[in-house]
């Protein structure tokens, strides 16, 4: 096979469509007949119905029907449980899912309370003013350690407290370990991540055909095979009476993998209802209620060190903000949990967390997935450690690192995929290296910052350190097949959101078969091109589908020789495959196309083998026995204005290693994009809640999303540590730019403004320039 | 996010526009650049029930330096402030402060009226109003008036405009001999609402002293705040950092911002503090240039 | 309210287009749900966001704060107008592709908008005033790099060009 697509930046296949506005996005989808629909939604975090009339609103002129959820029956149900906790011993867990609309009680801001469908979106909106909704407002839960609280109303009735989960992790004896120490420290930190806010919102067309019995979904969903399954399950069809279809969609990032949305449940059922296709795009300000959120943990924890800053032992005890429901299960707080031993040989680690139920919309997976939080504190442990013990931040990281020869590395506590935490491969000390090479750390330190504070300026350096574990299974599966044309055409399970699948998986295949990279075509996200898979997350795209492609095309090779060598009578050792041909190696004009090849597997006469199938096609799956670790060393050079505390970024630097690359480019603007997100999270968005649960900051005027002007020019680079895990050696890379941004500020600042001096830490993420002034003000004589 | 309905109506002429608003009353609103008011109704948060479009008065548009004063037509949008080379130069708190208004595409549509009329607590142009003592010149279908710019806006998104008058023009001083001016803000990006903003004006005498002040801020309260009294020690005396410093703790001490989602009322105020010395100081430079 | 309907006549992408349109009637509705020109997106419907971008007389605004109705008699550019008829795709568009400057696309059509009249006002712009000039379309995707890259080099091949 060649080498000439797989690991080259090769232009995307999709853009065309892209940049002349011809791609499909859910919106695009345009159906005679079609209604639209809008949503009540509760304006409260927290009440009881006491009475919904929509009486008037379904005479209202355009209005075709209202639901409420007495009217959807049998059919209303909770969602199912998506992610079952993992195998922990003494794991607490209370699932508690979603409904399609609320029937007794709500319990967040923007909870679905009726729908109505017009001929209109506008129309649709104007009747949900004639609504008539009587509530009992309670006291909402948002503060978590006031949730946890004796005297706190509780999200869940018929739980005893407001406590959704409790486990318990530990490696090793802290205890003994700590007693060992030189230094032992401890804080408490406050982390939250955010939301997706991806540039289009969600979306679901739904359109019933009775006639043929076949219901068609349109979903903006990174899942679309289990959302089909689901579905089916639910409106009482069998698998293959449903096609989900998952179109262009604008952004992911996770929380459209959320599944069984209000939204993806009550349009189907409505659909074959009304017998009339219905749509419903999320508007903006639904987004912020309608669409799961990452938010907020507080960390305890305390690290014990010896004096030259080597690790002895971590403990850590958080609260995590789960919202209001937890179908997603355990998997935000397991990987702060397990994200948190970062790239470091940590000897014992005892972690406890507990996830509070809310009334606030429900958490669920945003890039980074929780990882943010456990790296935050563990990188500001560090720094603190560096400080009291006065070492270098860099170099104390550098004592810390897992040795190069000391791969599989068993950090035995169970991660998100239900095995014990076990890092496949990794060369730590290299990426530090570069990362400090690059962004000029030591010239920095001693010579550029003593002359910039001598000029009165505060700017400082930054330099953190992560890990993630990608490439998680269950598996993804992809069918190639080389078409009579002599294109080829390749259908896997999972979506695309942006992240050029149309291309890498193209490479796979043209190197694999010999053909251009133009000539293969990807068809994802519809279940009836390829039923089965998983979708899109934890950053597994690539590792996953990437390897089925692989091995499928690898499959279809070996089928292609073989014909070709029983045509030409000769050995398969022979034929060479290049530019869409078989030929005899050295007699470039005994060859035959690629196409003929797949007609010749079709015979219109003759008998084809028994045991064989015909075409020249495969269907392969790839399923990891666990995750392939991925890692990374973000630095950075920033300005602090002293009075304003407004920030920029001089310089910015990743090094990253995800193992073999198959599209550089493509790569690079993954990290990009992940870094963009990680400012954003880092410095300007956060989620304004006040005490009872409503969001005050319910805009992307005031949500603030960096710009071209926050996000500065990023200089990458990177090593390759190829895991054994895969043939084709590659780990995930889609959430790395986003995890280590908040302890890199930090840390950045603090060197800014010399924090030290003052004795001031920042434990905290989001930062802005008014919470630095109010942190640095009480020591500041100004 | 889509507006409730309306009926909608092309004014004819501005007689027309006046005489659909004394007929309609509050129920009615202007569309000019719409850039506030077309969110403010998809978000269903302003509910007209007839919407006057006067986009196509070409005459309520328009700068007009001919006289000793600068009258602009409330319907000149941004775009063509911003286009003005000569207006820019004659009126630097423009200048400085264009930039800062959202974003182009905002900026093509968006009109000087439309902004002085929504009265936003934290936008530039009613600051920079206070701080040049415009005068609105205010039409209804019965006569005119004119309001000065510190009676104008009345409090939080409010100003003295009655329910059947409208916003015609904006009639700015033009800039003194031996004067400088200069707008600062600070905001979480650009574009974004200030923070805290500051227009300043320095006009200097023959001796470098300070001759007049103003002073007015935007961000720190429900309208813009005139803190030009805060400089009243400056009057006569050079302007010095030491005296400027006296000035910014007075400027302090004469708002009382109430915080919001991005600042604390602290914050607010020492911003308008640092922003009030820097502002000072480079209005104070250009005038000395300007001399 | 019976719902408030006017003629419209309004010229987009050099084809001119008469319809019915109710008064309350978003622009960036109106031309992807009635005249299928589904290659403007929407993002957010109050502004922000830019996705909507198109240029009215060949200036860019947001399609979701101007009313259909305000249209009449005016000259639309949308994204379908930018390549030419042959398909040649314009050097903006050639430029995003070279340098990757997309992933999802989504906000692709209003940066494209946007970036076409500016380049036009300045044709040799530096990376600052590209930042600058992008501050007003948002991208969650890119983290903006390459779409800069984009812009400098298209910026260059049109100075270039005969």
Known sequence: ?782 | MKPAPFKYIAASSLDHALSLKAENGDDARFLAGGQSLIPAMNFRLARPTVLIDINGLNDLAGIDRSGSEIRIGALTRYCDLERDGDFLKSCSLFADALPHIAHPQIRNRGTIGGNLSHADPASELPAIAVAMEAQMRIKSSTGERQVAASEFFTGLLSTDIQPDEMLVDIVFPSPKPRSGACFMEVARRRGDFALAGIAAMVTLDEMRRCSEVRLALCGVGETAVDASDAAAGLIGQPCTPEAIEVVTAGVRDAIAPSGNVHASPDYQRHIAGVLAMRAIGTAHQRAIHAA | MQPDRHDIELEVNGTTYRRGVESRTLLSDFLRHELLLAGTHVGCEHGVCGACTILVDGAPVRSCLMLAVQANGHKLSTIEGLAADSGELHPIQKAMHDHHGLQCGYCTPGILMTMTAFLKENPAPSEHEVREALSGNLCRCTGYQNIVDAMMAAAQAMRAAP
Request: glycine residues 8%; aromatic residues 8%; negative net charge.
């Open chain 1, 1 to 782: 096979m060649t080498t000439r697509f797989f690991g080259a930046p090769i232009k995307r296949n999709e853009d065309k469509k892209l940049l002349t506005g011809q791609a499909l996005f859910i919106d695009d989808v345009e159906l005679p007949d079609m209604l639209h629909a809008a949503f009540l939604r509760s304006q409260v975090a927290h009440a009881r119905i006491k009475h919904i009339d929509v009486t008037k609103a379904r005479k209202h002129p355009g209005v075709v029907a209202v639901y409420t959820a007495d009217d959807l029956g049998a059919y209303w149900q909770p969602g199912p449980l998506l992610v079952p906790p993992p195998p922990i011993s003494g794991v607490v867990f209370n699932p508690r899912t979603q409904v399609p609309l609320v029937k007794d009680k709500v319990r967040h801001v923007g909870e679905p309370l009726a729908i109505v469908i017009a001929e209109s979106r506008y129309i649709a909106e104007d009747a949900l003013d004639e609504i008539e909704i009587d509530l009992d407002v309670l006291p909402a839960v948002v503060d978590l350690e006031k949730g946890l609280g004796t005297s706190s109303a509780h999200v869940h009735d018929d739980l005893a407290s407001n406590v959704a989960a409790h486990v318990h992790q530990t490696k090793g004896d802290y205890r003994s370990a700590a007693a060992k120490a030189d230094l032992v420290l401890k804080r408490r930190f406050h982390y939250e991540h955010g939301i997706s806010s991806p540039i289009e919102t969600r979306g679901v067309v739904a359109q019933w055909n009775a006639r043929a019995s076949q219901l068609t979904v349109w979903d903006t969903t990174q899942a679309p095979v289990f959302v089909r399954n689901g579905l089916a399950a639910m409106l009482g069809l069998g698998e293959r009476q449903v096609r989900v279809i998952a179109p262009f969609v604008g952004g992911g990032f996770g929380p459209k993998i959320m599944m069984f949305y209000p939204e993806e449940v009550c349009l189907p059922w409505i659909s074959m209802r009304l017998n009339r296709p219905v749509k419903w795009i999320e508007d903006r300000l639904e987004h912020f209620f309608a669409t799961t959120h990452e938010r907020g943990q507080i960390h305890d924890a305390e690290m014990a060190v010896d004096r030259r800053g080597r690790i002895l032992g971590i403990k850590d005890v958080f609260l995590h903000d789960t919202g209001a429901y937890n179908p997603y299960g355990l998997t935000v707080p397991i990987n702060s949990q397990c994200t948190l031993l970062g790239p470091y040989v940590v000897p014992a680690y005892d972690s406890t967390f507990t996830a509070v139920f809310t009334n606030l919309p429900i958490v669920t997976p945003y890039r980074g997935a929780g990882r943010q939080h456990g790296v935050f504190v563990i990188e500001r442990l560090l720094d603190l450690a560096a400080r009291e013990l006065n070492i270098d931040p860099a170099e104390i990281r550098r004592r810390n690192l897992i040795p190069p020869d000391a791969f599989p590395f068993k950090n035995e506590i169970i991660y998100q995929d239900f095995q014990p935490l076990e890092y496949d491969s990794g060369n730590y000390e290299p990426v530090l290296d570069k990362a400090l090479e690059l962004i000029g750390y030591d010239q920095f330190i001693k010579r550029d910052q003593p002359k910039l504070r001598a000029e009165g300026r505060s700017v400082g350096v930054g330099i953190a350190c992560y890990v993630e574990g990608t490439g998680i299974g269950p598996y993804e599966g992809a069918k190639v097949q080389v078409q009579a044309n002599g294109k080829v055409s390749v259908a896997t399970g999972i979506g695309t959101q942006g992240q050029g699948h149309f291309t890498s998986f193209a490479q796979i295949v043209a190197d694999q078969l010999g053909v251009d990279v133009t000539e293969v075509d990807i068809v994802t996200g519809d279940t009836d091109q390829f039923y089965w898979g998983a979708g899109t997350f934890a950053s597994r795209g690539a590792v996953v589908a990437g390897n089925a492609v692989n091995e499928a095309s690898r499959v279809v090779r070996q089928k292609a020789l073989k014909l070709a060598s029983d045509a030409f009578e000769c050995a398969e050792d022979d034929l060479v495959i290049a530019d869409g041909k078989v030929s005899i190696v050295g007699i470039p004009q005994k060859f035959i196309r690629l196409g003929e090849l797949a007609q010749r597997a079709n015979p219109m006469r003759g008998a084809v083998k028994p045991g064989t199938e015909p075409g020249l096609e495969s269907t392969q799956y790839f399923g990891p026995p666990s995750g392939a670790t991925a890692n990374g060393v973000h630095a950075v050079i920033l300005e602090i204005d002293p009075l304003t505390f407004e920030l920029k970024i001089l310089k910015y630097v990743v090094v990253h290693d995800c193992g073999t690359v198959i599209n550089p480019m493509i790569l690079a603007g993954q990290i990009h994009g992940g870094v963009a997100q990680g400012i954003g999270n880092a410095f300007y968005e956060k989620l304004s809640f006040d005490d009872q649960g409503q969001l005050l900051n319910a805009s992307l005027a005031d949500y603030l999303l960096p710009t071209a002007l926050e996000v500065p020019r990023m200089e990458l680079d990177h090593t390759t540590t190829p895991s054994p895990l895969n043939p084709l050696g590659i780990k995930g890379a889609g959430e790395a730019g986003a995890i280590p941004v908040g302890p890199l500020f930090a840390q950045a600042i603090e060197n800014a403004l010399d924090l030290a001096q003052k004795k001031v830490e920042l434990l905290e993420i989001p930062l802005s320039p008014s919470r630095l002034f109010e942190l640095t003000r009480k020591t500041d004589h100004r």
